[in-house]
Structure formats: C-alpha cells, structure tokens
C-alpha cells in the first residue's frame, strides 16, 4: 500500500471516530459533564503512558523540561483543549450536537482568522470572501438562536488557539497528548475525589458496562489522534483539509437524524452559508496548491543542468 493511500486510511479513520464522539458520548449518561471531562483526561494520561511505554518513549520528557517556553506554551495548550474537550462534552449532554457540529464547520474560517490577527498574515481576496460569508452566516444563526452561538463559537476558537500552539511546539501526537493530559491530570483527579466524598461519583455505580466505558475514554480520546498524526505525516494539506469535513457532517447527522434536533428554515440557512463559505475556501486552497505545485515544477526544470555532449 503507497503512502499517500494510507494516509488517507488513517485520515478517515481519525475523522470518522471523531464524527461518531456524539454517540459515545450519549452512552455516558447519567454521568455529568466534569465527570466525563476528567475521566477522559485522567484515563488519556494511563493510555499513552502504557503507549509510550511500550515504544520505550519516554526520554522525551527529561529533554522537554528543560525548555521553558515549551512547557509554558504546552501549559496553554492543555488549558485550551480542557475548555474545547468541556465544551463539546457539555453540548452533546444538553442536546446542542447540531451546534456543535457548527463549531467544527466554522473552525477553519476562525484558523484563517488568527492568521490575519496573531501571525499578522496576509490573505488572498478568496480568503476575505469567505470570512465575509461566513461572518454573515454567524450573525444569521445568532437570530435564529436568539443568541450568539457561544457554544460553537468556543469549540472553534479553543480548538484554533490549540492548533496554533501545538504547531508551534511541534510535538509528536503521543507525547503532546500525553503531557497536555499530564497537566490536568491532578484537577481531574481532585474533582473526582471531591465528587466522591460528596456522593456524585457515577463512576462504579451505574453498571459495569458504564463503567468500561468511562475507563475507555482515554483510548477513544488517544486513537483519533494518532491516526490523525499518522494521516498528517502522509497527506498534502488540501487532502487532510478535504477530509476534515467528514467529522462535523457525521455530527451533523446523528444531531437531527438520530437524536431528531430541531433544525428550522433559519437555521438550516446559516448553515447553508457556511458551507458556501468553506466551498469558497477550499476551492482557493486547491487552486493555490495547484499554482505552488506549478511554480515549483517550472523553477526545477530551469535549475536542473542540461547535459553537454
């Protein structure tokens, strides 16, 4: 099997867990939404440790500690993704799944914005089109919602301050997850030994199968985003932002076709033009991945010597 095809493999795979988070998520009911929140980072921390173990990969901390600004930067990070993780736990409990799903549509638009705001880039004209559209298509769903969407507004803003820092580290999937859970760890674990002491642990007295699942969430947190490292290491950025798409539309789907999410003429129009916003988008990003592939192709050829008789 190439390597572009495998890259693809994983790439789905990463998206389609992603995409069905919701139904899992539902699984853990009655469990509350901290509950969740610190069992999933609680057990993410045993999983890829036992990983790392395995791979006899853990030389890599005593390395990381000594760069201060690594370990303030993975300090944000793991703040960032506690906020994102919380937030899209909450939104499946409160039966928001729809707008959830909305907060991952809109992300890559609110990537392209902290571009232009923190990095100082310059956009194309295609760009700023989209960022209209899709700054229409926000004020639309705050009348419909009767409020901003908050909820999704986070999810998209915590997970583009993520990737920005975590780009900035450059840290492998399993060792960045593993110390941006390492982080948190000691919180989760308070709050659960403060729940257990005021009798609101669900965990152990549900079922057993609750349970498991509880304990599972760290391997259904760390899966994903291996496969998601694997797939990144392989696929050109126009096929990873292609494939990207899958996770909020499968969201999307168990929001209104399973949990039977109201989804009103205004709402669907939002969304409407937040997929003509990421249309706009992506049709640039391939055209100018097109130009570069081009450009590099000519500028080869007029390096390359030609041979003398």
């Known amino acids: 099997m190439t390597p572009l095809r495998l890259g693809y493999l994983y790439g789905i795979g990463a998206y389609l867990l992603w995409g069905f988070f919701p139904l899992y998520f539902k699984l853990l009911r009655p469990t509350g939404p901290l509950e969740i929140l610190a069992h999933r980072i609680v057990w993410s921390v045993l999983f890829v440790a036992l990983l790392l173990g395995a791979l006899r990969n853990v030389g890599f901390l005593r390395a990381l500690l000594r760069r201060r600004w690594a ?30 799903a909305l907060g991952y549509f809109i992300n890559p638009l609110v990537v392209v914005l902290l571009g232009v705001t923190v990095l100082r880039e310059r956009l194309r004209p295609a760009q700023w089109v989209a960022l209209g559209i899709g700054g229409s298509a926000v004020a639309v769903l705050a009348v419909d919602y009767g409020r901003l969407p908050w ?37 989760a674990l308070g709050y659960l030994a403060w729940l257990s002491r005021h009798a609101g642990l669900t965990f152990g007295h549900v079922s057993a199968g609750h349970t498991a699942l509880l304990v599972l969430a760290g391997a259904a947190t760390a899966i994903p985003l291996l496969l998601f490292a694997g797939a990144a290491n392989r696929l050109p950025l126009t096929g990873l932002g292609m494939i990207q798409y899958l996770a909020p539309i499968l969201q999307l789907a168990c929001g209104v076709l399973i949990f039977h999410e109201p989804m009103p003429p205004a709402r669907l129009a939002g969304f409407a033009l937040v997929w003509l916003a990421l249309i706009v988008f992506t049709a640039d ?21 030609v041979p003398t008789p």
């Open 285 to 305: 990003a391939v055209n100018q991945s097109r130009r570069t592939r081009r450009t590099h192709t000519r500028r080869t050829a007029t390096e390359t010597p």
């Open 151 to 187: 909820l999704a507004l986070t999810l998209a803003f915590s997970f583009a301050g993520y990737g920005l820092i975590k780009k900035r580290l450059g840290l492998p999937a399993a060792e960045g997850l593993f110390v941006e859970s390492a982080v948190l760890a000691l919180p």
């Open 71 to 100: 370990v303030a930067g993975i300090v944000a990070a793991a703040a960032l993704i506690a906020v994102n993780w919380g937030t899209y736990i909450y939104g499946v409990s409160s039966n928001r799944v729809v707008e959830t």
